[in-house]
């Protein structure tokens, strides 16, 4: 039992991370509002990472870049929700490794973001690292499929005493669709 205490108190440090306080849990955001996202560290963490708003409860699933490469020592950042945001529960700030939505460091607690208080006013602003100017907005997350024929032919070889014979039997296209849902270029803009 007293080997168990120290791997218990290890395996406690390894959770210690970049923690999001901010949004908290239920609470209500409109689409084209600007919220503060608040977050701990510990020593161990990456020096930068980035917030995307994420929605994972519906389909499709949606991630959105809000915030590029923000150092983690700054413990608060102001992000806006997209004005397109569909109005909904189970949105998410995820802290993520830069542009890789796979790699992820922290989520908030799900929030609900309603419609826009002004939809006709809102205007989004660009997605930037701190301290780079902002040169374009991110079009709104989207899956696009993609459908190639592929014709197969099939031969049909047959076999006489006298002849040898190879007949073209049918022709069949198959189909293959690709979902592409994203690669994220150096501006963080999904299909960039």
């Known amino acids: 039992m007293r080997s168990a205490i120290p ?65 983690t020592s700054d413990l608060s950042y102001p992000v806006q929700i997209p004005c397109d945001t569909d109005p909904e529960w189970g949105y998410q700030i995820s802290g993520i490794n830069g542009t890789n939505v796979y790699i992820i460091y922290a989520q908030s607690e799900k929030f609900f973001v309603s419609d826009a208080a002004n939809a006709t006013e809102c205007v989004d602003t660009s997605v930037t690292a701190p301290g780079a100017s902002a040169t374009s907005t991110c079009p709104a997350a989207s899956t696009v499929y993609v459908t190639v024929p592929t014709p197969t032919v099939a031969l049909y070889e047959t076999e006489t005493a006298s002849q040898a014979r190879t007949q073209d039997v049918s022709v069949v296209t198959a189909t293959t669709t690709v979902s592409v849902v994203g690669n994220a270029g150096g501006d963080g803009c999904p299909f960039a």
Do not use: M
């Open 7 to 71: 791997f218990i108190l290890s395996l406690g440090s390894l959770a210690a991370a970049i923690s999001i306080t901010e949004p908290a849990l239920n609470s209500t955001y409109a689409a084209g509002s600007t919220i503060t996202v608040n977050w701990t560290t510990v020593d161990t963490d990456p020096t930068t990472f980035s917030l995307y708003l994420w929605n994972f409860v519906y389909w499709p699933p949606s991630y959105v870049p809000l915030a590029l490469d923000i150092p």
